[in-house]
């Protein structure tokens, strides 16, 4: 197996030369880091100029790799996630979380925006009984670490069964929960397909 240093190196190198983060960062900025042995800044760069540039097939794995080796470990989530988007599509959304006081037996914390949250979601769909269908879909919290009751983040969503997603389009609204109430609602922003 390769090491971290080589692949940031294969992952820097499946990057066109002209890729560049919207912070204006780019691939030979990478480089240059990576020839600093500043791996960790290397990471995060390669992360930022992907995360708004088209990336080959095993790009995101190669990174989670590298930052699974280099011990980053909300990096190698933020990766893999993105290679299940990379397969599956990609679903934004805006989530509000109802305040504290305004939901009965909901969430009083924070939680970690990390993709370990896997709540149920009401997509506007009913059983064969007429009841409504909930979904299971996985939670990342984009530009925060957390999220707690009365907040409002724009969201990415990963399905445990994509099909059944596929349905939603922008300005569709899905509503979290994770008890019996509802816990939050979510404006769809963003329905992307696989890309491959």
């Known amino acids: 197996m390769?090491?971290?240093?080589t692949l940031l190196r294969r992952a820097a190198g499946l990057l066109p030369e002209d890729a560049a983060a919207e912070n204006g960062w780019t691939v030979a900025?990478?480089?240059a880091e990576l020839g600093l042995q500043e791996w960790e800044l290397a990471l995060d760069l390669l992360v930022d100029i992907a995360d708004v540039h088209p990336v080959p097939v095993d790009f995101w794995e190669t990174l989670a790799e590298?930052?699974?080796?280099?011990?980053?470990e909300r990096t190698r989530?933020?990766?893999e996630w993105r290679d299940w988007e990379r397969r599956n599509g990609t679903i934004r959304a805006t989530l509000t979380l109802l305040p504290a006081d305004e939901s009965r037996r909901g969430r009083r914390t924070a939680f970690a925006g990390d993709g370990r949250l896997r709540p149920l979601w009401d997509l506007g769909t009913?059983?064969?009984?007429?009841?409504s269908a909930l979904n299971v879909a996985r939670l990342w919290v984009e530009s925060a670490p957390q999220l707690g009751p009365g907040g409002t983040a724009d969201v990415r969503l990963a399905p445990l069964t994509p099909e059944q997603w596929r349905h939603l389009t922008p300005g569709?609204?899905?509503t979290l929960h994770e008890a019996r109430p509802v816990g939050g609602r979510a404006e769809i922003i963003e329905v992307r397909p696989p890309q491959g």
């Open 2 to 5: 390769d090491d971290a240093f």
């Open 29 to 31: 900025d990478a480089r």
């Open 66 to 72: 590298a930052a699974r080796q280099m011990m980053s």
């Open 77 to 79: 989530r933020w990766c």
């Open 126 to 131: 009913r059983t064969a009984d007429g009841r």
């Open 172 to 174: 569709d609204v899905i």
